[in-house]
């Protein structure tokens, strides 16, 4: 299907207010249930870490950078995305994932990142002084009202300022102006209809083509030998074979979770 980074591609400049509005909304939900039912950190929202279903329905995914709460220190993320807190390397909470939405949704809207510059030093030094916060669109667009409160209550430096903060911090966010015209019930049902489908083309992608792309893809001191298929003579991967009679076996089937995503390594 793609991600978020493709849709913001497609759409040269920003996407519509009605558009940008699901995602954030679908993102809420997912951070939330992070949050709240995992009591974890995400870390690391960002548009590239947005899948798209088949039905053009926001997913989070990458988990790697993902931390149990309450607090963390690590400085870690997408340099665009980070929050304040995190830049400083002093102990941060879940609203660094608020943080990060607000980064999201103004890029969303305008088409670029509200703290870009050519350098990660630059970045940086945008995200701890930049005035006006949040800036100002650097191609002249103007947001609707209740989106550059929502940017603006998102952006707060002073993380007890964030919306986002305390016990109810997905409720709070979810209560804001901005998502008035949705009905959060049916966005967990996925009842709206999204404006962009991705393109069919590689959806059906195997995630493993075979076990041979994979290990080809990986430096020799991390290949497990233990894989199947694996040959230590000849550092070759083999076909997969049934091991009673000798008989190659039928190609792996897509996951049935995974239809309607592409993968490319």
């Known amino acids: 299907g793609g991600d978020l980074q493709a849709r913001l591609v497609d759409s040269d400049g920003g996407l519509p207010t009605d558009e940008a509005r699901l995602y954030i909304s679908e993102l809420s939900i997912a951070l939330g249930c992070i949050h709240d039912d995992c009591s974890s950190i995400y870390r690391d929202l960002k548009p590239s870490n947005v899948l798209l279903d088949v039905r053009g329905h926001a997913v989070l995914a990458d988990f790697g950078l993902s931390k149990m709460a309450p607090a963390g220190t690590s400085f870690c993320g997408t340099a665009e995305y980070i929050a304040p807190e995190a830049i400083q390397k002093v102990s941060y909470d879940k ?18 990142t509200p703290f870009h510059e050519r350098t990660i030093p630059a970045v940086q030094r945008n995200i701890l002084e930049a ?112 091991e009673a009679g000798g008989e190659p076996l039928p190609p792996p089937r897509p996951d049935p979770r995974f239809l309607g995503f592409s993968f490319i390594h």
């Open 95 to 112: 609203t660094v994932d608020w943080w990060a939405l607000g980064v999201v949704l103004f890029e969303l809207l305008t088409g670029h």
């Open 131 to 242: 005035t006006p916060l949040p800036p100002v669109p650097a191609n002249g667009i103007k947001l609707d009202a209740d989106a550059a409160s929502l940017v603006d209550a998102l952006l707060q430096r002073d993380p007890s300022l964030r919306l986002g903060r305390g016990p109810e911090g997905t409720l709070a966010v979810q209560a804001h102006s901005f998502f008035t015209p949705l009905d959060f019930r049916r966005v967990r049902e996925r009842g709206y209809k999204t404006a962009w489908i991705p393109p069919e083309e590689g959806c059906y992608r195997s995630f493993r083509n075979s076990q041979g792309d994979l290990l080809q893809a990986l430096p020799p001191d991390e290949i497990d030998e233990d894989l199947p298929g694996y040959s230590s003579e000849d550092s070759e991967p083999s076909g997969d074979s049934d």
